[in-house]
């Protein structure tokens, strides 16, 4: 005599457990998040000041480049020093937040493969850490904005949106990064040279206005021309371009696709590699 079962029903995950393991996720990232920068300044005297000592230090040359020993013309706004940090400061956050995405896995390969935590933590936690660096040095901006008497506008409100863009766009090259260097070591050289030329074909120390027609339209391809000029708009409201804001958001849509698929796609032979 044979007996029938009913069909099992695949198993259900309580919204309960699901906000326990956001929770556990989010606590994960706050304490990997709090060792990075403890660990960063922990060996440091000066611990906070060199955050931001490298671009205060890069601002003073080029204002002195450009207003004390060339014409500057029409590269950027008084007080250029504002124009500068304005810029300067968030892009310290991207180019390290890359910078440090290259060794994501290698430098944690021993953590990431006695943890079981969702790997893509291990990338996020550097764009948390270095996020939180840049909202530490916005009070160094605030500083020179005061001495220098420019004027703070109401598009200062977009700051949240030009953070959540950066933030978004961080992740999203770190999860492509990432991974990728795992497979190809030579990857990490590769990025901090294409670094080198992203600082000239960002604008940082020029404003996309100053450019000519045609590399105006291909410098908004560029998802950090609209997320700087969201920065600047707080002090120089001409700056800001909702046609290079748009480009920025749907590029770092892209990005972030790009990043999670190859993540997805690459995550079980990254930890076999390692």
Known sequence: MTTSSAPTAPPVVAPATARSATRRYR?????????DLRVRYSTSALGYVWS??????MS???WFVFTQVFH???VGEEPYIVFLLSALLPWMWFTGAVSDSTRAFISESKLIRSTTIPRSIWVLRIDASKGIEFLLSIPVLAVFVIATGAHLHWQVVLWPLAILLQAALVYGIGLIVAPLVVFFRDLERAVKLLLRFAFYASPIIYGTHALPRVL???AAINP?????GIYRAA???????WTEVLASAVTTAVVVAIGLAVFRRSEHRVLKEL
């Open 235 to 241: 002090f120089f409201p001409s700056q800001l371009d």
């Open 72 to 74: 500057r013309g029409s």
């Open 60 to 62: 003073g040359i080029y």
């Open 224 to 228: 950090l021309t609209g997320i700087f």
């Open 52 to 57: 931001i000592l490298d671009p205060l230090v």
């Open 27 to 35: 606590h994960a990232l706050w304490l990997l998040t709090k060792r």
């Open 216 to 218: 105006h339209d291909l």
